[in-house]
Structure formats: C-alpha cells, structure tokens
C-alpha cells in the first residue's frame, strides 16, 4: 500500500491570491489531504494525501467554490 497519493488538479477560473486562498482552504477540508500547493500562475492545485480521494469529491468540493476542474492527473 502506497503511504502518500498526489494528485495535479487544473483548475480554471481563480483569479486572484483570494481565490488560491479558497481553493486551498476547501481542500485541505478533505479527510485524509495531507498538504495542498496552489498555484495562481499556473492554475493548478498539487495535492497529497495518506488514502485515496476519489476525483468527485475534489470536483464537487472546487465547484462550490464557483471554479472549474479541468483535469486530475493522478502523480
């Protein structure tokens, strides 16, 4: 059993430094992520966590912020 999962997550529509913060904040509300990297610059998030998260919770969890995820490409 692997110890750590990463995941890249693009995300369209974060604007401002506001929007990373929000974006970093829901996701770290995840049981189980361990750290999260947003990227303003590079709309994109990196995400670790100790089990695996399954794609549809981090969606449903970007898109109640009002922002879109383009692709999850597991690391």
Known sequence: MKDEFKKEIKISGMHCMGCVS???NKLKDIKGVTD???SLENKN????SK???????IIDAI???GF????????
């Open 22 to 24: 929000r974006v970093t």
């Open 36 to 38: 999260v990297v947003v």
């Open 68 to 75: 879109e995820v383009e692709e999850i490409i597991k690391k």
């Open 51 to 57: 089990k695996e998260i399954e794609d549809r919770v």
């Open 63 to 65: 898109n109640t912020l």
């Open 45 to 48: 998030a990196f995400l670790s």
